[in-house]
Each structure stands twice: as structure tokens, then as C-alpha cells.
T-cell receptor
């Protein structure tokens, strides 16, 4: 497996609370991505990063923010969690136009 | 919005048979990738085919790409029960190496 971990692996939280998910890599890949996976929708890109402090929005970025202060860490923050953000979140890493390596996922439940 | 659309959505075969999954997409691409996801796990990269390639092999996997028809197929030969998983195609072409995933084909291989 590529050196990519996600924490926490499972989280249950309440509507309106802030939540931060962490993605950590040991591969020194330049690009990092956050996806969410929901039944009937496949994987959808939330945000991505193409370098330290360089980030951009994906298809479903509303309600999410990201930060990347070091090459190895990419944080996804839900400022005020809503039930519609209940999902499985995957982080991925890559070099451009090459295969992406995925983390094990974080299952988030917002009550 | 999904770029790739897999067909069929679900496929059930017997061990030893071949499995064929198709992917259609809408816009020009730099590459097309296939991933496998076992239930409850992260995605695993299977194969990447670039827009100037027509066919690629990896073990029991064969991928074809027809850019004129904007379609690709994944063939798994001599399937095994362990091949049971969801298979996703993903198209790449963005300047930042973004991938757009289809909704997947759920393959069930019965022993």
C-alpha cells in the first residue's frame, strides 16, 4: 500500500459542530485530493491541493475548507457539519496525470 | 457531474468466466484509469491507459480505449471469487491531474 493514512477512521458528530479530517502521506507526492463517496453518486471531488498552500475547489466544495501547510498533510474541515455531509471520505495522492493512491477512508456520521 | 459512465451497473458471473465492463465518457481526455474497490475499503488502482494507446494488459486484465467513440472496456479473464468488487473508470485530463469517476460496476463472481 502507498504510505497514506487517514484519521479518524470513524466519527459520529452532531449537526452544527466543526469536524476536521486528516490525510497524511509519506510518499512526497505533490498532489493530494479529498473525495466523498455516496450511494448512487460514486466518488466526487471536494477539494484538491497541487502544492503546499496551493488548493482549489472540486465539484462539491460547498461547506468544506482545506489546508495544506506541509507536503505530507492535507486537512479537510467541515466548519458546521450537516446531515447531508454524512458520507465516506477518501483522501488520495498522486503525481499529475498518473494513478492516484487512496487512503482507507473515514466514515463520518452527522446526527 | 460524472464524466465516465460504467455499463452494466451490476454483473454476476461464475468463477472461470470472463467479465467485461464498459465505460463511456463525454469530453477529451489525457488518460483513463480503472480502479477496484472491495466492500468497505479504499480504491485500488488497476490500470492506466493514455489517450494515444489503444490496448493495455496487466495480468488477467485487458483494457481497451477507443477515443473516437469515447469509450473504454475492462476485461477480466478467468475470473475468481476474489475479483468480487466494484470497478470504477475515471477519466483524467485536467491541468491539475484531476480524475472524474463514474458510478461503478458491481461485479459478483460466484464460486
Amino acid at each position: 500500500d502507498a504510505g497514506i493514512t487517514q484519521s479518524p477512521r470513524h466519527k459520529v458528530t452532531e449537526t452544527g459542530t466543526p469536524v476536521t479530517l486528516r490525510c497524511h502521506q509519506t510518499e512526497n507526492h505533490r498532489y493530494m485530493y479529498w473525495y466523498r463517496q455516496d450511494p448512487g453518486h460514486g466518488l466526487r471531488l471536494i477539494h484538491y491541493s497541487y502544492g503546499v498552500k496551493d488548493t482549489d475547489k472540486g465539484e462539491v466544495s460547498d461547506g468544506y475548507s482545506v489546508s495544506r501547510s506541509k507536503t505530507e498533510d492535507f486537512l479537510l474541515t467541515l466548519e458546521s457539519a450537516t446531515s447531508s455531509q454524512t458520507s465516506v471520505y477518501f483522501c488520495a495522492i498522486s503525481e499529475p496525470n498518473n494513478e492516484q493512491f487512496f487512503g482507507p477512508g473515514t466514515r463520518l456520521t452527522v446526527l | 457531474s460524472q464524466q465516465g459512465e460504467e455499463d452494466p451497473q451490476a454483473l454476476s458471473i461464475q468463477e472461470g468466466e470472463n467479465a467485461t465492463m464498459n465505460c463511456s465518457y463525454k469530453t477529451s481526455i489525457n488518460n483513463l484509469q480503472w480502479y477496484r474497490q472491495n466492500s468497505g475499503r479504499g480504491l485500488v488502482h488497476l490500470i492506466l491507459i493514455r489517450s494515444n494507446e489503444r490496448e493495455k494488459h496487466s495480468g488477467r486484465l485487458r483494457v481497451t480505449l477507443d477515443t473516437s467513440k469515447k469509450s473504454s472496456s475492462l476485461l477480466i479473464t478467468a475470473s475468481r471469487a476474489a475479483d468480487t468488487a466494484s470497478y470504477f473508470c475515471a477519466t483524467g485530463g485536467g491541468s491539475q491531474g484531476n480524475l472524474i469517476f463514474g458510478k461503478g460496476t458491481k461485479l459478483s463472481v460466484k464460486p
